[in-house]
């Protein structure tokens, strides 16, 4: 089981937000029949008190068993390939259901920042450490939630198939500040990722994806940040594989470090 904060409306529902967050614990092999009673939020920070914690943070158009299934895989991979951690937190919020449901969903994902923000602050307040691990649209509402709060102590962001775009991380934009006050954040790319490279400039009016070609420009991004390029993989990474691909996550047990030097290396 793992505790799993919600922002969703009845925990569930994928297109409303709820009036506050609720925490659950979650079997991930079995949500619906092994769900506990909603825990008070302050009793779920003193479970992770000095302890290191990995948040998990899913995407656009997710239900709930799709996202405990993609956390379960992503938790697997942590422990098989020994990823250090104490514990995992799942984060899920109302990203929809419905293909043609984008718009809505990243509003509510603007909308979702600063109570997101509040929930790092939370929750770094008590860990020892704190890692995040996003992807495609939980990368906008990562970064939005660490650009609310500003100076949060948050050891590594690992963003996978980001769907936000590739300006966003550069000085004087949108997300400078998110990034500058991670020890390291870590852009997984691919240009194999047939979702970012077609339907993303589509919806975002011909703006290319932070996780298909990497920030853009590289050098006036704010704070270390690591390109990680997995577009020569023989297997190639598309929007969906990440949760299931291994040297994704050996790759993340041995960078651990803070103070990687930036710029761009291959898988």
């Known amino acids: 089981m793992i505790p799993i ?11 409303e937000i709820s009036k506050r967050d609720k925490v659950k614990l979650v079997n991930l092999a079995d949500p619906r ?12 920070i003193d479970g992770i008190r000095d302890k290191h914690v990995v948040i998990l943070v899913h ?25 250090p951690h104490d514990t995992a937190v799942g984060y899920i919020w109302p990203g929809g259901t419905k293909k043609l449901n984008y718009w809505p969903a990243k509003r509510r994902a603007r909308q979702l920042s600063k109570r997101m923000g509040k929930l790092l602050a939370g929750i770094s307040a008590s ?18 939630a660490m650009k609310t709060k500003g100076s949060l102590p948050i050891r590594n962001i690992y963003l996978m198939a980001a769907a936000v775009s590739n300006y966003k991380l550069t000085t004087g934009m949108p997300f400078a500040n ?90």
Do not use: W
């Open 178 to 267: 998110a990034v500058k006050f991670a020890d390291t954040t870590f852009i997984f790319k691919s240009k194999d990722d047939d979702i970012l490279k077609y339907s993303f400039p589509f919806g975002e009016g011909g703006d290319d994806a932070l996780g298909s070609t990497g920030p853009v420009p590289a050098d006036k991004v704010v704070g270390n940040a690591l390109t990680v390029d997995c577009s020569n993989n023989p297997d190639p990474i598309k929007h969906r594989s990440y949760s299931r691909r291994t040297e994704i996550f050996r790759f993340i047990s041995t960078n651990q470090a803070p103070g990687n030097t930036p710029g761009e290396i291959e898988l």
């Open 5 to 15: 904060v919600s922002s969703r409306k009845r925990f569930y529902k994928a297109g």
């Open 59 to 83: 995407g656009y158009n997710n239900t709930f068993e799709k996202i405990c299934d993609a956390y379960l895989r992503v938790t697997s991979q942590l422990v098989t390939n020994e990823v």
């Open 33 to 44: 029949r092994s769900i506990n009673k909603a825990a008070s939020m302050q009793d779920f």
């Open 127 to 144: 860990a020892s450490q704190v890692d995040i691990i996003a992807h495609s649209l939980g990368c906008f509402l990562t970064l939005g």
